[in-house]
């Protein structure tokens, strides 16, 4: 258990719609990494942020957004989801920088 | 883009110690190198990490050459439930850009 917590753990969906994602940090760590991983692209990384601002930002989608709210979790908003939008999403979270990132179990995100 | 190379594949007999390479040749001076392994679907774990000099823990030993243009993540005593995909990855910028990494697969 590495003390990250992702919900819901499942999802199914329809194309264009919006769903959203929340991940809970291990206690103490500032920052919240989201990733995304398909059967063919791999563990992509997303967004970070840190202390409740974006950090650094990967190949996230115009159509999904982030934010980290003072409590420290974060949520991942998808939306006019589209059929390869299905895929594994981690959060993971750390400290600052490159520090060790601990990865959440996931949610399994289906767009039918 | 991922700044490491690694092999597809590898298999090991259970008890023997598991040898993964990586290539990182663009590595820069502050960067670290990373190795995470994933089972089946669930999140990635955390191994190892290093900057410049050998690491070990309860894990793993990590060594780095000296020029940092590559790694070995070598897991001492192969166990059927280290079978997962290894992921080598340099570190920067804050950002983890992991590729496709290495299939490990224990065999009794």
């Known amino acids: 258990d590495s003390g990250v917590t992702q919900t819901p753990k499942h999802l199914i969906t329809a194309t264009g719609q919006r769903v959203t994602l929340r991940c809970s940090p291990r206690?103490?760590?500032?920052?919240v990494y989201w990733y995304q991983q398909s059967l063919d692209q791999g563990l992509q990384f997303l967004i970070q942020?840190?202390?409740?601002?974006?950090?650094a930002k990967g190949n996230i989608l115009e159509r999904f957004s982030a934010q980290q709210f003072p409590d420290l979790h974060s949520e991942l908003n998808l939306s006019s989801l589209e059929l390869g939008d299905s895929a594994l999403y981690f959060c993971?979270?750390?400290?600052?920088?490159?520090?060790?990132?601990?990865f959440g179990p996931g949610t399994r995100l289906l767009v039918l | 883009d991922a700044k490491t190379t690694q092999p597809p594949s590898m298999d090991c007999a259970e008890g023997r110690a598991a040898n993964l390479p990586c290539n990182h040749s663009?590595?820069?001076?502050?960067?670290?190198v990373y190795w995470y392994r994933q089972i089946h679907s669930q999140g990635p774990q955390y191994i190892i990490h290093?900057?410049?000099n050998n690491e070990t823990n309860e894990m793993a030993s990590l060594i780095i050459t000296e020029d940092r243009k590559s790694s070995t993540l070598i897991l001492p005593h192969a166990t059927l439930r280290d079978t997962a995909v290894y992921y080598c990855?340099?570190?920067?910028?804050?950002?983890?850009?992991f590729g496709a990494g290495t299939r490990l697969t224990v065999k009794p």
């Open positions: 993971a979270s750390g400290g600052q920088g490159k520090e060790t990132q601990y």
């Open positions: 206690s103490g760590d500032l920052s």
């Open positions: 942020y840190y202390n409740g601002e974006e950090r």
């Open positions: 663009t590595i820069s001076g502050n960067e670290y």
């Open positions: 290093g900057l410049k």
């Open positions: 990855i340099v570190i920067g910028n804050n950002d983890m850009r």
